[in-house]
């Protein structure tokens, strides 16, 4: 059995989850709405305050979705209870983002600044050298933050770019000259 996809996803008050036919599954929370079609194969049920998902055999893709599945559930009902937030650190002499209506503006070393605009359902905000990536679906916000990341990632040298907040940069020794 598999060890995530047999936890029963608890379902907090103010939280309501509907399972439509062919596993749509649509979570309803204070922080909004988000709707997934999951597996068919699984079976999904509502019991007490709980969902419970179920595999139909022990095939080794049955196993792999069942884990899946059960996590993709707890990640909208945590999404649209409490929010997921990543956080971005710019270092760098020069390196600087603003923030103007729904664009992010990165000026990071290069001949022009970086324009950026927050997808639907995500928002960002500025905070000194730190970028904070908020919304409900865990996914999305991961993507963002990935995208931002990407545009100019850490270097091991002197450690400028941008890095996630709790991402450890392995710093490498640089050339030393000849005497």
Do not use: C, F
Not at 59 to 66: E, F, G, S, V
Not at 83 to 97: D, P, W
Not at 152 to 169: A, H, L
């Amino acid at each position: 059995m598999s060890r995530i996809g047999r936890l029963p996803v608890p379902v907090p008050a103010g939280v309501d989850v509907k399972i439509a036919e062919g596993n749509v599954v649509t979570v309803k929370g204070p922080k909004g709405t988000l709707e997934r079609t999951l597996p068919t194969e699984m079976e999904i049920k509502l019991e007490d305050g709980h969902v419970l998902v179920a595999r139909p055999n022990d095939l080794k893709r049955m196993k792999a979705l069942h884990g899946l599945t059960r996590s993709l559930i707890h990640n909208m009902v945590v999404g649209v209870s409490e929010g997921y937030t990543k956080t971005l650190e710019i270092n760098g002499v020069g390196y600087r983002a603003a923030k103007a209506g729904n664009k992010l503006t990165l000026n990071l070393g290069y001949s022009h600044p970086i324009e950026m605009t927050d997808p639907e359902g995500i928002s960002s905000a500025v905070d000194g050298n730190k970028i904070v990536v908020t919304g409900i679906d865990k996914e999305k916000v991961g993507q963002y933050a990935a995208d931002i990341r990407e545009k100019r990632g850490p270097e091991p040298y002197k450690g400028k770019g941008i890095k996630y907040s709790d991402e450890v940069i392995r710093r490498k020794v640089g050339k030393t000259g000849k005497k």
